[in-house]
């Protein structure tokens, strides 16, 4: 399985960005996806996760701001990003969990495959 995440770039304060990921390869038909974000000098953090139900999770710091979706005829999950704010610059990952449960969405390391990341630059 592979992942390639895109839509990254500088935005200022205010704005919006979508980022994508396309799965590709053998993804079966349960996965699931999620971003996660990491700033120069912190931890990662969990962004947001889709089922494949389309259930949603998101973080606390971008509920209300971001939307996840998916588009399973492309094997795309979109994160649409709106009201950045300064902190929300990072590099920005997807990840595919292929037996992810909602109780284990924040948690990185139950997800299977990771994508190469793309960065987002939020400026004032």
């Known amino acids: 399985v592979q992942l390639q995440a895109s839509g990254g770039g500088f935005v200022q304060a205010g704005g919006s960005l979508r980022l994508s990921c396309v799965a590709s390869?053998?993804?079966?038909?349960?996965?699931?996806i999620g971003w996660f974000r990491q700033a120069p000098g912190k931890e990662r953090e969990f962004v947001a996760a889709?089922?494949?139900?389309?259930?949603?999770y998101y973080g606390d710091s971008v509920k209300g701001r971001f939307t996840i979706s998916r588009d399973g005829a492309k094997n795309t999950v979109y994160l649409q990003m709106n009201s950045l704010k300064l902190e929300d610059t990072a590099v920005y990952y997807c990840?595919?969990?292929?037996?992810?449960?909602?109780?284990?969405?924040?948690?990185?390391?139950?997800?299977?495959?990771w994508g190469q990341g793309t960065l987002v630059t939020v400026s004032s």
């Open positions: 990840a595919l969990g292929e037996r992810l449960i909602l109780s284990s969405v924040t948690i990185a390391r139950m997800y299977d495959y």
């Open positions: 390869g053998s993804t079966g038909s349960n996965w699931s």
């Open positions: 889709i089922f494949r139900t389309s259930t949603r």
